[in-house]
Each structure stands twice: as C-alpha cells, then as structure tokens.
C-alpha cells in the first residue's frame, strides 16, 4: 500500500502532470470536434442541410479546438466576385468584401496569413476588410480552397493564453480548413445538381432522373419537390407505409411548415396517420380520411380546402405509389394548383393522370433507392463485423500459459461472427497470476471495441498495482493489499468502460488474483456469474457469490457506493481443487424444449470430472453443455476457464 509519509512531488513532476492533464484535455477536444466535424459531414451528404446552415457550428468548432476567442468565415462567390460573413463571432451583420480574381490568385498562394504582414498585392484587399478585422479583431487569416478553386475565408482573433500558435496547432489549423473546404464544396455541388435537376425536370425528363437517386432521403425530397413543381403546385407531400404497423408516415413534406395542424398522432419528429379504421364515406372527409383511403384502395383521392385538417386548408390531390409487385409503398400529394396571377385553381382530370404517371416512375426511384440502401448496410454491417472478428481473435489468447503448480485450460465459442465474450490468464510482474473472464453487453464493432478496451485498460492496471512492494509478506503480496488494489482497479475500469461505452454497453467482469507460491486466490466479482470452487473431496463454492460489485460501465463511480461497492474475497486452494469460470451462454443454454442447462447440471457435471486434468475437465463441460443443447440453436457465447491446482 501507498506510504503517506512519502514527500509530495517535485516540481518537476508536477509540471509534468500538468502537461498530462494539458494533453488529455486536448485529446479529448480534438476527438469530440472530430465527432461534430462527422455529424455535420453526414447531415451535409444526406441533403437536410446546406454549408450556410452549418458555418455557425463549423466556426465554433474551430474556435472551440483551437482556444481561439473570437472568430469569421466568409464564403466566396464568383458570380459576384465577393466575400459574405456567413459566420461570425461575435454575430453581426457584415457588407460584402469585393475582391479581385488578381487577388483571388494571390490569396491562393499562401496557406496561413498574419493581419498585420498581408503579402504584397494584398493590401488594398485587407484595407477594404477594415472594419471586419477591427470588429472581430483578427490576427490570422486562412484561405478555404481546394486544389486551385478558392471558397472562402477563416480569420481568427486573439488566442487564448497565448500570442501565436504552435507548429501542431498550425497543422490542426490547415486540416480544420480543409473540412470546412470540403464542405463548402459539396454544399455548393448539391445547389447546382438541385438547379440543374430543376431545370431538366422542366424539360419533361424527371422520372429518369428522380430512378437514378440512391439515398432514400434524396428519393423523397425530389419525388415531392418535382411533383409540386410539375403540377405547378405550392406544397406537396411523401407519406410512406409501415405495412406492419399499418401506418402511414411522413417523409418528406414541402414547405417544412406545410403540417400545421392534425389528428393524425405525433411519433416523436415523425407524422404518423394510423390506417387501421375504417375511411368515413362522407362527403366531408378530411385530408386524413382521404390518405387512408388512396393508401388502402389504390386509387386516387382529392380534398376541398374546408375539409383539410392536415395540410393547412388546401385543396389536395393524392395518388398512391405502388412498387413492382403493386404492394402500395406510400401516398403523394400536392396542395394549391396555382395559376399566373397566383390564383389557386382545382386539379384536372388531366393532373390526376400526369400525378398518377409520375408516381408509378417515383415507385420505382423510392424502391430502388431502399433495395440500395439496404445492400450498402449490409455491406458495412459485414465490413464491421469483419473487423470486430479480427479485433476479438487479438483479444482471445491462442495458448494459456504454464502456471507452476497449476493446470489452464480455456474454450471460446462465440454465438456468431463476433461475440462478446472474453477470458485471459496474464502473467504479473511479481510472478503472480491473474485469471479474467468478461462478458460484454451486444454484439458487432461495438462490444468488440469495448471489449478491447476492457483488456487494454485491465492491463495497464496489473502493469501499475502489482509493482509495488510495499506490504510483502514472507511468501509474496500480502492478501490486504491484493485486496485493495484490487478494488482499486475496479474502480478504474468501471470509469474507464463508462466513458468509453453508451448506456446500453456495459461488462460483467470476473478477476482472480493468484499467488502460486501462497496458493491464495484474492477474486473480485463484477456483476458477472461466480465461479465455481470445487474441491477435491466434492465440496462446491460459488466464488464472489455474496462479495462483489455491479457490472463496469453501466453506473459513473460516484453512484457506485450507493448501489453495491467493489469488494474482494481471499480463498485458498489445495491439491486437487478445481476453479470453473465461464459466461452465461454456459448455464442459460436452452435446449429443444426450452430448458436452461443452468447451475444445478454445472455442479454435477463438473463433480462428475473434478479429478482429471483442467483440458479432461473442459472437454467435458464443454460436451456436458452440447449434449444438453441438442438441435436447438446455440443462445450465447460459450466460455469457460478451468484453473487446477495440482
């Protein structure tokens, strides 16, 4: 144990803590920008936000990672030949900054640009951005390009703690623009794909192009805005079918504003209409009424202005979408015919056919894009399954080594690709052992990744705890300090585990500490199924049955005291005693008439071959448990770990 009588740290160390703490703040800002870099990227691909909407997030995270205090960005336009402030802290309202194409050229050439030494050609450029430099006070300029296309600008004011940055912060600076760059770029790629869609849909060639989309979100923003534009309509809506749920649902609805009012129930941000009941056949159906009815007969409906309750007091016109098997996939509708003058005009015989035609082509582009979406999640979910096998058969180890005294013996099954189960025997820097088996919450890259983070920090915490010497007995470590630092390492980890997983991921874990030469085992119980202790003379132990603390990760450590603190249990073990570890895919493996093997036939089973070798003994639990199990499928992850002392 720690001695309290030992000197603070030097100053020298503490600094060096210091920088520790220094960096890791710096880590952890740089990981979560990096993660709203991700997020914005994703919102920008699926076509729910543009770069305008984004500059203000964009901006404060540049500024957030760079400790910078004040901050603009500044988009480029060459049809105007102009800069507008698209962001800017503090928010006000800037005029546009003209700008030569000369020094557009000159701009391109330089990376990073100090406000008080502008290059030469750049001066009159600077002078006319006077009152946006003083107003944000900046001192560092970066040009947003890609290749040789300018986008924009980033000025940047004062730094926090400091006159300029570094040379790594100059990097990070470089790699921040870019992004934003990039985003500039799509932003501006999907602006003029959407004009030059317009414009061909105005030339009759819609349908081909909306078949052609592939996101499904992208599939339905287009089907609605082409269809309000073709039927020179001002609103329109996507409702889909949840055919299990007997639903229809919104999907994409123009303008956002267009749903106002409803009896149709709220489902967290979607509009969900129930089909289940029977359409009215009044003459004053509702809007409602009216997409129930094209959704369950198939053919199409319209609503007068008095009787919409859904889309604002419009006079609809609704058409089903039907797929390649004439199953119905949804309801389109369009709202106000507007005619020159901005009067509001009834549909035509002659717009429900075009409607109706336009539907069957968006049927197909809805489809296509679902089937799309579909092969590319089950390839990822593929690629990351594959990763997390790959990640896991690190984590397994290949042989357990040789204890003296002692006899190891492991089995790993995992129920598919990737489990998330895991066992270890790891050999400590004070010739002690620790035994550890884990069993983490989900499957897939997930629990992988948690599990490898469950190992990676466990030993980092047996490389620290078992180098000290203080405390030692005669024979080695005495069990008090085993037992402290054990508890100790629980803690850790629990921390560890909880930042690193969501609320769903979460370990149960199982430690043993064995010192060969006491053959004292000091175990600690984590949430997890107690090992069983069975002695040479048939007397069976449940280990950390009574003594032991919740799962890892699942509670911050501050509400651990108040729910059930780690604690350790010392036992000792003589010639002949077996210890059996193992995951709940061992006990609650249910057989073809839904029995669970539980721990009554794990008792008897490993009675029955206590007094052969740890090897004899797993290949017999191993068969004991797929005997039982039969033609059922397998449940879990199957894991055992047999320790026998000689």
Aim: negative net charge; hydrophobic residues 40%; proline residues 5%.
């Amino acid at each position: 144990m720690k001695d309290l009588s030992e000197p603070i740290l030097d100053r020298d160390s503490q600094q060096a803590h210091g920088t520790q703490n220094t960096a890791e703040q710096t880590m952890e800002r740089l990981i979560f920008s990096l993660s709203e870099l991700e997020h914005l990227g994703q919102t920008l691909i699926s076509g729910y936000g543009n770069f305008n909407h984004s500059s203000k997030t964009y901006l404060r995270i540049t500024l957030g990672t760079l400790q910078v205090t004040r901050g603009v960005i500044l988009r480029y336009h060459p049809t105007g030949n102009n800069l507008d402030v698209i962001a800017s802290t503090p928010e006000q309202v800037f005029p546009s900054i003209p700008i030569e194409s000369e020094e557009v050229a000159n701009l391109l050439q330089h990376p990073i640009i100090e406000n008080n030494t502008p290059p030469v050609g750049l001066e009159a450029f600077f002078a006319r951005s006077a009152e946006l430099v003083e107003t944000v006070d900046i001192r560092l300029w970066v040009p947003l390009k890609i290749q040789d296309e300018f986008l924009g600008m980033i000025g940047l004011g004062r730094f926090l703690g400091r006159e300029t940055l570094v040379a790594w912060e100059q990097e990070l600076l470089t790699t921040l623009a870019h992004q934003i760059s990039i985003a500039i770029a799509y932003s501006r790629m999907v602006e003029g794909i959407q004009s030059e869609k317009f414009r061909l849909f105005m030339l009759a060639e819609s349908a081909p192009q909306i078949c052609q989309l592939l996101q499904p979100e992208d599939a339905a923003e287009q089907v609605v805005l082409q269809a309000v534009s073709f039927l020179d309509a001002n609103a329109g809506a996507l409702m889909l079918t949840r055919p299990e749920q007997q639903e229809l649902e919104l999907s994409y609805a123009f303008p956002e504003t267009l749903v106002e009012s409803a009896t149709a129930q709220q489902n967290g941000n979607a509009l969900v209409i129930s089909c289940g009941e029977e359409v009215p056949a009044s003459q004053e159906a509702t809007s409602v009424d009216m997409l129930k009815s094209v959704a369950k007969d198939g053919l199409p409906g319209h609503c007068l202005p008095e009787s919409d309750t859904l889309f604002g007091g419009k006079t609809l016109m609704a058409v089903p979408i039907s797929g390649r098997d004439g199953d119905v996939l949804g309801v389109l509708v369009v709202g106000d015919k507007e005619e020159r003058g901005g009067r509001i005009a009834p549909f035509t015989d002659e717009d429900v056919v075009l409607l109706d035609s336009f539907a069957k082509q968006a049927g197909v582009a809805i489809e296509n894009a679902h089937l799309h979406q579909e092969a590319l999640e089950a390839r990822q979910l593929q690629a990351e399954m594959e990763e997390a096998r790959k990640i896991q058969e690190n984590l397994i180890p290949d042989d357990l080594p040789d204890i003296p005294g002692y006899e190891v013996a492991g089995h790993y099954e995992p129920r598919g690709p990737v489990g998330g189960d895991y066992y270890d025997c790891i050999a400590l820097p004070t010739g002690h052992w620790g035994l550890s088996i884990a069993d983490v919450s989900g499957k897939g890259m997930q629990a992988a990744l948690l599990m490898a983070t469950l190992r990676a920090g466990l030993i980092s915490e047996l490389s620290r705890v078992n180098t000290s010497t203080s405390g030692d007995t005669e024979n080695g470590v005495c069990p008090s300090t085993v037992y402290t630092e054990l508890t100790e390492m629980a803690m850790t980890l629990n921390s560890l585990l909880y930042a690193s997983g969501t609320e769903e991921k979460y370990a149960t874990f199982f430690y043993s500490h064995l010192n060969p030469e006491t053959d004292i085992l000091t175990t600690l119980n984590a949430g997890h199924n107690p090992p069983l202790l069975v002695r040479k003379d048939g007397t069976c132990k449940w280990l950390g049955e009574e003594v032991g603390g919740i799962p890892l990760g699942m509670f911050p450590n501050d509400m651990v005291s108040s729910i059930a603190e780690y604690e350790a249990e010392h036992i000792e073990l003589v010639s002949g005693d077996v210890v059996i570890y193992y995951t709940d895919g061992v006990t609650e493996t249910v057989n073809i008439e839904d029995e669970y093997y539980e721990e009554e036939r794990l008792v008897e089973a490993s009675k029955a071959c206590k007094d052969v070798s740890a090897e004899a003994i797993r290949e017999h639990l191993h068969g004991a448990v797929m005997g039982f199990q039969g033609e059922a499928d397998q449940f879990d992850d199957l894991t055992l770990l047999i320790l026998k002392k000689k």
